[in-house]
Protein backbone atom coordinates (compact mmCIF):
# COMPACT_ATOMS: atom_id res chain seq x y z
CA UNK A 1 0.00 0.00 0.00
CA UNK A 2 1.42 3.50 -0.75
CA UNK A 3 2.31 5.94 1.78
CA UNK A 4 -0.33 8.23 0.69
CA UNK A 5 -3.30 5.96 0.96
CA UNK A 6 -2.25 5.11 4.53
CA UNK A 7 -1.75 8.61 5.55
CA UNK A 8 -5.36 9.41 3.77
CA UNK A 9 -6.91 6.33 5.82
CA UNK A 10 -5.86 7.60 8.93
CA UNK A 11 -6.67 10.72 8.73
CA UNK A 12 -10.23 9.81 8.02
CA UNK A 13 -9.67 7.68 10.88
CA UNK A 14 -9.02 10.40 12.94
CA UNK A 15 -11.82 12.73 11.67
CA UNK A 16 -14.16 9.60 12.28
CA UNK A 17 -13.61 9.40 16.05
CA UNK A 18 -14.64 12.62 17.16
CA UNK A 19 -17.70 12.48 14.99
CA UNK A 20 -18.31 8.97 16.59
CA UNK A 21 -17.88 10.58 20.30
CA UNK A 22 -19.89 13.20 19.50
CA UNK A 23 -22.74 11.18 18.21
CA UNK A 24 -22.39 8.44 21.20
CA UNK A 25 -22.85 11.84 23.59
CA UNK A 26 -25.62 12.60 21.73
CA UNK A 27 -27.68 9.07 22.06
CA UNK A 28 -26.46 8.59 25.80
CA UNK A 29 -28.10 12.21 27.00
CA UNK A 30 -31.44 11.13 24.80
CA UNK A 31 -31.28 7.62 26.98
CA UNK A 32 -30.81 9.44 30.21
CA UNK A 33 -33.48 11.75 29.38
CA UNK A 34 -35.45 8.63 28.08
CA UNK A 35 -37.16 8.04 31.85
CA UNK A 36 -37.73 11.78 32.94
CA UNK A 37 -36.26 15.00 32.12
CA UNK A 38 -32.51 15.54 32.62
CA UNK A 39 -31.33 19.20 33.33
CA UNK A 40 -27.99 21.12 32.87
CA UNK A 41 -26.28 20.43 36.91
CA UNK A 42 -22.59 21.51 37.71
CA UNK A 43 -20.89 19.67 40.54
CA UNK A 44 -18.43 20.83 42.88
CA UNK A 45 -17.25 18.22 45.63
CA UNK A 46 -13.98 19.45 47.11
CA UNK A 47 -14.88 23.28 48.33
CA UNK A 48 -11.47 23.66 49.76
CA UNK A 49 -10.72 26.00 46.85
CA UNK A 50 -12.87 28.92 46.06
CA UNK A 51 -14.04 28.99 42.78
CA UNK A 52 -12.43 25.96 41.01
CA UNK A 53 -13.17 22.37 40.67
CA UNK A 54 -16.29 22.35 38.93
CA UNK A 55 -17.41 19.69 36.92
CA UNK A 56 -20.55 19.96 34.58
CA UNK A 57 -23.01 17.58 33.94
CA UNK A 58 -26.51 16.40 33.83
CA UNK A 59 -29.22 15.99 36.28
CA UNK A 60 -32.12 13.96 36.72
CA UNK A 61 -33.99 12.55 39.53
CA UNK A 62 -35.11 8.99 40.01
CA UNK A 63 -37.49 8.39 42.83
CA UNK A 64 -36.06 9.19 45.83
CA UNK A 65 -32.39 9.66 44.76
CA UNK A 66 -31.41 12.98 42.46
CA UNK A 67 -28.27 11.90 40.31
CA UNK A 68 -25.66 13.61 38.79
CA UNK A 69 -23.95 12.34 35.37
CA UNK A 70 -20.58 14.26 33.99
CA UNK A 71 -21.36 16.17 30.61
CA UNK A 72 -18.42 13.91 28.73
CA UNK A 73 -18.63 10.89 29.84
CA UNK A 74 -19.97 7.43 28.01
CA UNK A 75 -21.21 5.70 31.24
CA UNK A 76 -24.65 5.36 31.91
CA UNK A 77 -24.69 5.05 35.44
CA UNK A 78 -24.88 8.31 37.67
CA UNK A 79 -21.05 9.47 39.00
CA UNK A 80 -23.04 10.41 42.05
CA UNK A 81 -26.07 9.92 43.90
CA UNK A 82 -27.91 11.85 46.63
CA UNK A 83 -30.69 10.28 49.32
CA UNK A 84 -33.10 12.74 49.36
CA UNK A 85 -33.62 12.64 53.06
CA UNK A 86 -29.87 13.50 53.53
CA UNK A 87 -29.36 16.01 51.27
CA UNK A 88 -30.11 19.63 52.39
CA UNK A 89 -30.64 22.95 51.30
CA UNK A 90 -28.19 25.68 52.74
CA UNK A 91 -28.54 28.37 50.99
CA UNK A 92 -27.49 30.57 47.23
CA UNK A 93 -25.11 32.19 45.87
CA UNK A 94 -24.08 33.94 42.20
CA UNK A 95 -21.03 33.02 40.50
CA UNK A 96 -18.08 34.97 41.07
CA UNK A 97 -14.86 35.11 39.18
CA UNK A 98 -13.26 31.93 37.51
CA UNK A 99 -16.69 30.36 38.20
CA UNK A 100 -18.77 32.85 35.56
CA UNK A 101 -16.63 30.94 32.97
CA UNK A 102 -16.58 27.65 34.43
CA UNK A 103 -20.22 27.35 34.78
CA UNK A 104 -23.16 27.22 32.24
CA UNK A 105 -24.76 31.17 31.63
CA UNK A 106 -27.45 31.71 34.29
CA UNK A 107 -26.79 29.27 36.40
CA UNK A 108 -26.62 30.28 40.50
CA UNK A 109 -24.75 28.10 43.21
CA UNK A 110 -26.61 25.93 45.51
CA UNK A 111 -24.84 24.89 49.03
CA UNK A 112 -25.99 21.43 50.24
CA UNK A 113 -24.98 19.87 53.23
CA UNK A 114 -24.55 15.98 53.16
CA UNK A 115 -23.67 13.11 55.56
CA UNK A 116 -20.55 13.33 53.64
CA UNK A 117 -20.29 17.29 53.77
CA UNK A 118 -20.59 19.97 51.98
CA UNK A 119 -21.66 19.19 48.12
CA UNK A 120 -22.23 22.96 46.08
CA UNK A 121 -24.44 22.55 43.20
CA UNK A 122 -24.83 25.11 39.86
CA UNK A 123 -28.33 25.06 38.25
CA UNK A 124 -31.12 27.52 36.53
CA UNK A 125 -33.58 29.81 38.39
CA UNK A 126 -35.78 26.90 36.91
CA UNK A 127 -34.47 23.91 38.12
CA UNK A 128 -34.00 25.60 41.55
CA UNK A 129 -37.29 25.88 42.07
CA UNK A 130 -38.08 22.11 41.13
CA UNK A 131 -34.93 20.83 42.80
CA UNK A 132 -35.84 23.15 46.57
CA UNK A 133 -39.75 21.90 46.03
CA UNK A 134 -38.60 17.84 45.49
CA UNK A 135 -36.59 18.44 48.86
CA UNK A 136 -39.11 19.91 51.01
CA UNK A 137 -41.92 17.23 49.82
CA UNK A 138 -41.57 13.97 51.58
CA UNK A 139 -43.07 10.85 51.01
CA UNK A 140 -45.50 9.22 52.41
CA UNK A 141 -44.42 8.27 56.08
CA UNK A 142 -42.00 10.52 56.04
CA UNK A 143 -40.75 11.92 59.96
CA UNK A 144 -42.14 15.59 59.43
CA UNK A 145 -40.30 16.10 62.94
CA UNK A 146 -37.43 15.47 62.11
CA UNK A 147 -37.28 18.57 59.94
CA UNK A 148 -38.24 21.08 62.02
CA UNK A 149 -34.66 21.31 64.56
Known sequence: ????????ESA??????????????IVRRRVLSRNGGTFELSCRLHTAHPGRGWLLGLGRYSGEHPEWF???SLSHQPRRVWSRGSLS??????????????????H???SCATPNGPVE???SEA??????????????????????T
Do not use: C, K, N
Not at 12 to 25: E, I, K, N, Q, S
Not at 89 to 104: C, H, I, K, T, W
Not at 129 to 147: M, V
Open 1 to 8: MPVWQWLL
Open 12 to 25: AVLLLLPLLYGLAL
Open 70 to 72: RIF
Open 89 to 106: YSGRRDAVGAEQMSLYAG
Open 108 to 110: VIV
Open 121 to 123: LAM
Open 127 to 148: SLTGFQSRLEAGPPGTDWDRHR
